[in-house]
């Protein structure tokens, strides 16, 4: 099984900043790697697939890069309702499909 | 926008038996897979396991096989998670999701059912 982690496990940002997010596959996963948002009370929602294509309806301050092991979601300029917590994903190999822990990104 | 429709939130005791359900638009039950994920108590997402409803093929994790039973039934667009005995500890929001089983990511998601299990 592939194993997913993610740091920071908290982000203090401020309104207006990047952020930038980490996480690291513990084999590689090529580029099959996704990134989710989910919000309070929300159920999570599609943000980037193939490491670096938004998906439909994604807005472009939200970007993903990174092959193999390594990956980055940046988020270039934070809004109000981009305050969550952010989970990737591999696909590469499966099942099972995992997930990493997740970032909760927070207000500064 | 396409959705997943999922059933309402369940409360049981331990020992029950329960049954939720995921309901969607035709193309994804054609040609996608149908996953669950659970969502413990302020935790992470968990991946349970996948089917494809096709033709059936079901895969588990293997913490979670032996203990869930996913289904699904293609002439009505349901896919189905089920437990023969619950325990305190399958209490969680539980998501279902769409998967096209190659380079395109789990979407789209289901509202979630949250199950609540206690004496």
């Known amino acids: 099984e592939i194993v997913m982690m993610q740091s920071p496990g908290t982000l203090s940002v401020s309104p207006g900043e990047r952020a930038t997010l980490s996480c690291r596959a513990s084999q590689s996963v090529s580029s099959h790697l996704a990134w989710y948002q989910q919000r309070p009370g929300q159920a999570p929602r599609l943000l980037i697939y193939g490491a670096s294509t938004r998906a439909t309806g994604i807005p472009g301050r939200f970007s993903g890069s990174g092959s193999g092991t390594e990956f980055t979601l940046t988020i270039s300029s934070l809004q109000s309702e981009d305050f969550a917590v952010y989970y990737c994903q591999q696909y590469h190999n499966w099942p099972p499909l995992t997930f990493g822990q997740g970032t909760r990104l927070e207000i500064k | 926008e396409v959705q997943l429709v999922q059933s309402g939130a369940e409360v049981k005791k331990p020992g029950d038996s329960l049954k939720i359900s995921c309901q969607g638009p035709g193309h994804i039950f054609t040609y996608n897979w149908i996953g669950w994920v659970r969502q413990m108590p302020g935790k992470g997402l968990e991946w349970m396991g996948i089917i494809y409803p096709g033709d059936s093929d079901t895969r588990y994790t293997p913490s979670f096989q032996g203990h869930v039973t996913i289904s699904a039934d293609k002439s009505i667009n349901t896919a189905y998670l089920q437990w023969n005995s619950l325990k305190a500890s399958d209490t969680a929001m539980y998501y279902c999701?769409?998967?096209?089983?190659?380079?395109?990511?789990?979407?789209?998601w289901g509202q979630g059912t949250l199950v609540n299990v206690s004496s």
């Open positions: 999701v769409s998967y096209c089983g190659g380079d395109c990511g789990l979407d789209p």
